[in-house]
């Protein structure tokens, strides 16, 4: 699938949307510099082409009690289709889990960010779920002690 080249107030939209999703049409228009029928309409181009997918209300994890992310690599026995299928579709129905990646240039296949209260729930985690997940032959873990960069902001200024 090629990739879509939104303009420059495209671009201006996406980035006033991607630091706060929850701005009004007539507030992001005042923003870029739009009236709002126009902007409306490039906001739901923007929809349509499959650039914007969702938006979403970030909460922050600390006051909600949730401070330990742990960072785990998944080694997997088998290399199948029906391993990988299995494992995905079961770390899917994990609340605990924000990221599954599957990646290449380590020991391991899967890439998990996961997000508990503490390390004992984090153990449990481990232990009661990840563990017994068919196919799991290893896990390594490390732990966030202080988030750098923090941010889901696309870079677009490769865009244009």
């Not at 290399?79 to 889990?97: A, D, G, I, L, Q």
């Not at 390390?119 to 002690?145: A, P, W």
């Amino acid at each position: 699938m090629a990739a879509v080249k939104p303009d420059r107030l495209d671009r201006r939209i996406l980035t006033e949307l991607q630091q706060d999703g929850g701005l009004t049409n007539q507030a992001l228009a005042e923003r870029v510099g739009l009236s709002p029928s126009p902007c409306l309409r490039r906001v739901k181009a923007l929809e349509d082409a499959g650039i914007i997918n969702r938006r979403v209300t970030l909460l922050d994890r600390k006051k909600l009690g949730l401070s330990l992310t742990a960072l785990i690599q998944i080694s997997m026995d088998r290399h199948t289709p029906e391993r990988f299928e299995n494992f995905e579709s079961t770390v899917k129905r994990f609340p605990e889990v924000q990221s599954c990646l599957l990646i290449t240039g380590q020991d391991a296949d899967y890439l998990l960010i996961v997000v508990v209260p503490d390390m004992e729930m984090y153990q449990e985690f481990l232990l009661n779920k990840i563990t017994r997940i068919e196919g799991v032959s290893g896990v390594h873990s490390s732990f966030v002690m202080r988030w750098v960069v923090d941010t889901t902001a696309l870079p677009l200024d490769y865009l244009g």
